[in-house]
């Protein structure tokens, strides 16, 4: 069973920074896209970043393009977030997930493994 741990959530003023990780017990974790979804109050859970299982690839929210960036570590089955610039917009849980292959890294119907998510709280 695919366990997905987040950690790094909290409170931060505007402007300042937070780094999220995803700790995952997968066997074969190179093999897995991971793609970081952040879920506002009232909302849907929107996309936010994405990276391949080799780290080749990683694509962005317009959104968080240029505060955000996306990495992995495989030895240690771990994936980060580190995120910038935060903004109150940014406001929300955020989710790691899982899937083996690319296609549709984005699209959270695609997803079948998540994590309990973890709360980022940006003041004005």
């Known amino acids: 069973q695919v366990q997905l741990v987040e950690s790094g959530g909290g409170l931060v003023q505007a402007g300042g920074s937070l780094r999220l990780s995803c700790a995952a017990s997968?066997?074969?974790?190179?093999?897995?896209?991971m793609t970081w979804f952040r879920q506002a109050p009232g909302k849907e859970r929107d996309f936010v970043a994405a990276?391949?299982?080799?780290?080749?690839?990683?694509d962005y929210a317009d959104s968080v393009k240029g505060r955000f960036t996306i990495s992995r570590d495989n030895a240690k089955n771990t994936v980060s977030l580190q995120m910038n610039n935060l903004q109150p917009e940014d406001t929300a849980v955020y989710y790691c997930?899982?899937?083996?292959?690319?296609?549709?890294?984005?699209?959270?119907?695609?997803?079948?493994?998540w994590g309990q998510g973890t709360q980022v709280t940006v003041s004005s």
């Open positions: 997930a899982a899937k083996v292959g690319y296609l549709n890294y984005a699209d959270r119907g695609s997803f079948g493994s």
């Open positions: 997968l066997r074969t974790f190179s093999k897995y896209t």
């Open positions: 990276i391949s299982g080799a780290g080749h690839y990683t």
